[in-house]
């Protein structure tokens, strides 16, 4: 909140302030004075105002300027000291609007605007800037002296211009004549190759005509040779035919009869063979189902034979096994004494003959025992003898 006084003031209006730096070492070292020309005055924004009322209320114009002055001052100074002599004196405008880029926002912070800002004067001691002066003349006089060679080149170029759209028409015109010369040569050129070609047309037309003659000539040749060669085909067909008929007579009929005679013979030969094999194989089957009928025969006589034995051994029972098994012993003892009959003579050696003795007894009575474990028949019930 700003707290104003009553009766103070301060100015809107338009203040002209002169910068001014003398004796202001440039970037190159030389020194220079300028003098320069600021229009400034307090911003009317409500905020901007209020700062400048701030920063200069109560004071009077004259110590407004005198602030304003050395901010501008103070900044001229420091912008010199970056540029040479030639970027300040030959570019005023750029060099015043670098102090007014610089210097404004300082001055804006109090509030007032910078409206303008020119560079008025500048000049040094040492006539450095006369010396530019000097340099920029004898520049204006060597331009000119360009401008005059240029002048004078771009005449000797126009000349020479002229002088070759002359020697152009000139070629032209010969060129023209050239043409005209040559198309003449060409058009005589022309009919001396249509008159030859029509010579050559004339001479290629004899000579064809005369190639269609002798073409006709030849061809009337050929046709009479065709009928000589037709006439000699149909003699020799003829020979061929009668030759055919002889062969026909003399040699395939006999060869015909011949092999008609051997094709009966195989036919026969044939039949023969069929005829034999049909009946050694109507014996084959015949031979067969004779031993089939016997084999049947002879089972069925064997199946009744066993059914007979097994009605009797049922019907006798143990007698029947008993029997059975005696009739079996004489071929169990022709089997175990089969070997013995291709023995000579059986030694028994022992050192005793009662030792021998009860030998053999131990096998008879052990006998019974052994048919008994392989039949079941008990020997000893159906014979008392034998123990």
Same mark, same amino acid.
């Given at each position: ?17 002169? =910068? ?233 009929? =006999? ?112 006998? =019974? ?19």
């Amino acid at each position: 909140m700003y707290h104003i006084l009553v009766n103070a003031q301060i100015t809107l209006e338009i203040m002209t302030l002169q =910068p001014r730096c003398e004796e202001v070492e440039t970037a190159e070292g030389v020194a220079i004075t300028v003098t320069g020309v600021a229009q400034v005055k307090v911003m009317t924004d409500q905020d901007l105002l209020a700062v400048a009322c701030e920063q200069f209320m109560g004071k009077s114009v004259m110590e407004i300027k005198a602030v304003l002055l050395h901010t501008l001052e103070g900044h001229l100074r420091s912008i010199l000291g970056t540029l040479t002599v030639e970027q300040i004196y030959q570019d005023r405008d750029k060099f015043a609007q670098l102090v007014r880029e610089v210097a404004a926002p300082d001055v804006g912070r109090m509030g007032i605007e910078i409206l303008s800002f020119t560079i008025k004067d500048v000049y040094d001691r040492l006539d450095y800037l006369s010396s530019l002066g000097k340099t920029q003349t004898a520049a204006v006089q060597r331009d000119a002296d360009i401008g005059v060679a240029e002048a004078e080149r771009d005449a000797g170029i126009r000349e020479a211009e002229c002088k070759k759209e002359m020697m152009d028409v000139k070629f032209l015109a010969d060129t023209k004549m050239a043409d005209s010369k040559r198309e003449l040569e060409l058009q005589k050129a022309a009919f001396n190759q249509e008159v030859n070609t029509k010579k050559a047309e004339a001479h290629l037309a004899y000579e064809l005509q005369a190639a269609k003659e002798q073409q006709k000539i030849r061809l009337e040749e050929i046709q009479i040779q065709v009928v000589q060669r037709k006439k000699q085909i149909t003699i020799e067909e003829a020979e061929i035919n009668r030759t055919d008929k002889e062969l026909i007579a003399t040699v395939k009929r =006999p060869a015909d009869a011949e092999a008609y005679k051997m094709q009966q013979l195989a036919e026969g030969h044939k039949i023969k063979t069929v005829l034999i094999a049909q009946a050694e194989a109507e014996k084959i089957k015949k031979v067969g189902e004779a031993e089939a009928s016997s084999i049947e025969a002879i089972g069925k006589a064997e199946a009744e034979k066993m059914r007979l034995k097994a009605e009797a051994y049922l019907q006798y029972g143990e007698a029947a096994k008993t029997a059975l098994v005696l009739e079996s012993l004489p071929k169990m003892a022709g089997k175990v004494a089969a070997p013995l009959a291709k023995t000579n003579e059986i030694v028994i050696l022992s050192g005793e003959a009662s030792r021998v003795t009860g030998e053999m007894n131990r096998l008879l009575a052990e006998l =019974p025992v052994s048919v008994n474990a392989l039949t079941g028949v008990d020997l000893s019930k159906t014979n008392p003898k034998i123990k």
